[in-house]
């Protein structure tokens, strides 16, 4: 599975972004797709999940209200709309994929198998 992230930016505080998560060479039917994002000096943290037969989704708490990720099956891409961004929201975005298991939507990013090389999100104040 090849995943390719894009739609990053340079946007100030209160803007909105859209990112996209394509996958290559298979479909995302099986799988549960995540986003995570990495701020310089900081470790990698989770943002939010969508399972993809199902529609389920979670997100992170500093996120909840603010961003939606969603699915476009005829496409095989991920997106996640992300609104009232802010300055702490800059950094690192990376899709994520992993086969699912059940109708659990993980959050670590160690349950994922495969990822994409990012796209840099930038909020200026």
């Known amino acids: 599975v090849q995943l390719q992230a894009s739609g990053g930016g340079l946007v100030q505080t209160g803007d909105s972004l859209k990112l996209g998560c394509a996958a290559s060479?298979?479909?995302?039917?099986?799988?549960?797709v995540g986003w995570f994002r990495q701020a310089p000096g900081k470790e990698r943290e989770f943002v939010a999940a969508i399972l993809w037969i199902a529609g389920g989704t979670t997100y992170a708490d500093s996120v909840k209200g603010r961003f939606t990720i969603s699915r476009d099956n005829a496409k095989n891409t991920v997106y996640l709309q992300m609104s009232s961004l802010k300055p702490e929201d800059t950094g690192v975005y990376y899709c994520?994929?992993?086969?699912?298991?059940?109708?659990?939507?993980?959050?670590?990013?160690?349950?994922?198998?495969?990822w994409g090389q990012g796209t840099q999100v930038t909020v200026s104040s």
């Open positions: 994520a994929a992993r086969y699912s298991r059940g109708l659990t939507i993980a959050r670590r990013e160690g349950q994922y198998d495969y």
């Open positions: 060479a298979r479909t995302f039917s099986d799988f549960t």
